[in-house]
Every structure is written in C-alpha cells, then in structure tokens.
C-alpha cells in the first residue's frame, strides 16, 4: 500500500531545525522531498557535519539536489519545479524569500495551487518581523526559561530545542490542514509560524493562568506547579518521579506508601493543604522512599496503579523493553556510515507503518535526476553547471 502522502511532493528550501523538521514529517510518510542546496552547501547547517548525527536524523527520506537562486538559471529551475509541486517549505528571515523572488506571491502565480510554509523567528512582519530567530530567545521571550529550573535559581532552558521542534511540527499540521482544505477549494494558500508562536503554544496551561487568572507562574523544579505530590524523589540507588494527583490515586500512593493517615491529616487531605504544605509532605515522602531501590518502589507502585517511573539517562531511554517495544530506534543502512539507527516517528499508523525508507542524501547526490524529471537533457544539464547555477 502506498504511503499516506506518497502522492504530494514537496520542495525543501529548509535550513537549521526547525524547517528540517517540518520536512521530516512529510518525508517519513511518503512525501517526495526534493532538499534544495546550495552548490557549496556540503556540511550540516548547525556546525555538525553531514555525516554526523543531528543531519542523518533530520533529512532522511529525500532526495537532494544543488540549486543557485542567486543565478537567473537557479531560479529558472526552481520555478519549473514549482509546477509540479504541492508544498514548498521555506525558514529564512522574512525579507530573504522576496529577494530572491521565490516569495509565496511569486510562487502562487506559477502554481495557485501551491501550500507554501514559512517558518520564522518571530512572524512575517511586526515590530520583530526581520529579527533572525533562535530557539533559546525564543525559549525565553516565550516564558519558558521563566518556570524551567528550582525556584530562584534563574532563567533556565529546557534540555531540547522545544521552540524549534514545535515549530516545525506545527509548520507540518498546518500543511497538512491546507492540503485537505485544498481538495474542497482546489487554491493553495500561505501557512505561517514561528518559534515565537510555537513556544508559547507550547506553554499551555502555564500562559492561560495568566490569561484567564492573572497568575504568574514560577519556577518549580522537579514539583509540579498544580498537581501535588508530583515530583523527584530519592531512593536507596537513585530517583524516581511519583505523580499522584486526583483523589482514587492519591489514595492508592497513601495505601502503597504505607500513610493512610495522610488521606485525613489536616495538612496533606486536600489539595489546596497539599500545595501548602507541599516541602513538608515531600521530606516525609522522601524519608521512605530511601529505604528501598528504585525497581522496588516503580512495581509497586505500578501493580498499585499509581503513576511512577524510572529517571532515565538517554543511553538507559534505549534500553528500555518498553521503548525497544515501541521501536523507537529505527534501523537505516547508510552508503558511507553502514548500518546506523535514527529516531523514529512517534506516530503508528496500522496500514502503512514508518520506515527508513533512504538514509539521508549526498550533497546533490539527485540533482541531474530531478532536472531530467522536469525536462531538462544533458546539454542543458551541463549548461546549468557551467554557469553555476546548479
């Protein structure tokens, strides 16, 4: 059975991460991505070579190709792949798209029915609109590094690049919610957004107490901010995380915890006393849970139903039977690194499931392809060449 979207192709203009990883999405089920470079563009665009692993992870499944849009025969090419194509996905500073004349404008009049992607810093225009954008200021300017951390530690930001991921996914929902509407309309249109956006989409709950509440968050550490006892306790050999929220689970944690007189001691029987009094009540958990190893308190506490987990360092995430389960490390055969693993998709489909299908392309490795796909011969190939334009 043919991939879900085996029948869009897509034109990758994308750089960095967050671009890449709306890409990525469309390129893992099925899309044909035609990655756009440039001609001297032969190293990973993050400092890390294109052999190394944040490229390998971030472009598999595409092809490349080597296209100048300085040269007046680059763009010539681009804009022949242009109508043909359904989606283009681009993540320059605003103002770059429209010197180069590939803007969503340009590309519209070629192809009305064309989904065109932007991904920026900090929207198309406004007083920010032309900023170049990087998801640790976008961490902060977004809220995040201001309750990441333990109280008064100071601004801290979160071990991933959060702004830059989601906003690459929400790129890839918003173009997939444009191609469906297109098959009612049968007109493209423009999706947006930017690391901004998606970074205080990704606050949630946290930005609507202040919204709906005026409440400003703060920092919390390894507590979390509403749900009480929810936290990192210490064991005889490590750390586990407990989150025993909500009146049935609390009373199973009390249970498992050998406390069931925290259930009516004035201090902890609600969750407003629990908030209040919640360093107390964490020492006196604390107290117990070093008196047995991490394995002894997560089975109990899971043949309980409480939730609870291990802490996990990455190299520990891979080994577990669960995740080695899920299939979690995909398995990719590469031309030059051999057989290597990349992060799979999250997403289970039950007809047409994920897969490696090509590690990650060469500089250019499919450029005479694409061009001899939208006409071009081999002495016109050749022209391109000579004049730098491919």
């Keep these: 059975m043919p991939l879900p979207l085996a029948h869009i192709k897509v034109l990758d203009l994308t750089r960095v991460r967050a671009g890449p990883t709306c890409v990525r999405q469309l390129a893992d089920w099925g899309a044909d991505v035609i990655k756009i470079e440039q001609p001297s563009e032969g190293d990973g665009q993050m400092g890390d070579a294109r052999l190394g692993p944040d490229f390998q992870n971030l472009h598999r499944n595409k092809r490349s190709i080597t296209l100048n849009l300085k040269a007046d025969g680059g763009r010539e090419v681009f804009m022949r792949l242009v109508k043909d194509a359904d989606v283009v996905v681009?993540?320059?500073?605003?103002?770059?798209?429209?010197?180069?004349?590939?803007?969503?404008?340009?590309?519209?009049?070629?192809?009305?029915?064309?989904?065109?992607?932007?991904?920026?810093g900090f929207g198309q225009d406004g007083p920010y609109g032309k900023l170049p954008g990087f998801d640790q200021v976008a961490q902060g300017m977004g809220g995040l590094m201001s309750i990441t951390g333990l109280p008064g530690q100071g601004p801290v930001r979160a071990g991933i690049p959060v702004a830059d991921l989601?906003?690459?996914?929400?790129?890839?929902?918003?173009i997939m919610t444009a191609l469906l509407g297109r098959t009612q309309t049968g007109e493209g249109q423009w999706v947006q957004t930017s690391l901004l956006q998606a970074q205080i989409m990704m606050l949630d709950f946290q930005a609507e107490r202040w919204l709906l509440s005026k409440d400003v968050p703060q920092q919390a550490g390894n507590n979390h901010p509403t749900g009480i006892p929810t936290g990192v306790f210490k064991t005889r050999d490590g750390h586990i995380n407990i989150a025993a929220t909500g009146t049935a689970i609390y009373q199973r944690f009390c249970e498992t915890m050998g406390r069931e007189e925290w259930q009516t001691d004035p201090r902890y029987d609600t969750p407003g006393h629990r908030s209040t009094n919640r360093d107390a009540m964490n020492a006196e958990i604390e107290a117990i849970t070093v008196t047995r190893t991490s394995r002894e308190w997560i089975e109990s506490f899971n043949a309980a139903g409480v939730p609870a987990g291990y802490i996990y360092s990455i190299d520990e995430v891979f080994d577990d039977p669960q995740v080695q389960h899920l299939g979690m490390a995909a398995p990719a055969k590469h031309p030059e690194l051999g057989d290597i693993e990349l992060v799979a998709q999250p997403i289970k489909l039950s007809e047409t499931p994920f897969e490696v299908r090509t590690a990650?392309?060469?500089?250019?490795?499919?450029?005479?392809?694409?061009?001899?796909?939208?006409?071009?011969?081999?002495?016109?190939?050749?022209?391109?060449?000579?004049?730098?334009?491919?």
């Design 90 to 120: 681009e993540n320059y500073r605003p103002d770059v798209k429209h010197r180069l004349g590939i803007d969503y404008e340009a590309v519209r009049a070629v192809n009305p029915g064309i989904v065109y992607a932007s991904i920026s």
């Design 166 to 174: 989601s906003a690459g996914l929400f790129a890839a929902l918003g």
């Design 360 to 390: 990650t392309p060469a500089l250019g490795e499919h450029t005479d392809d694409v061009l001899r796909e939208i006409g071009y011969d081999e002495s016109a190939i050749t022209e391109l060449r000579n004049a730098g334009a491919v």
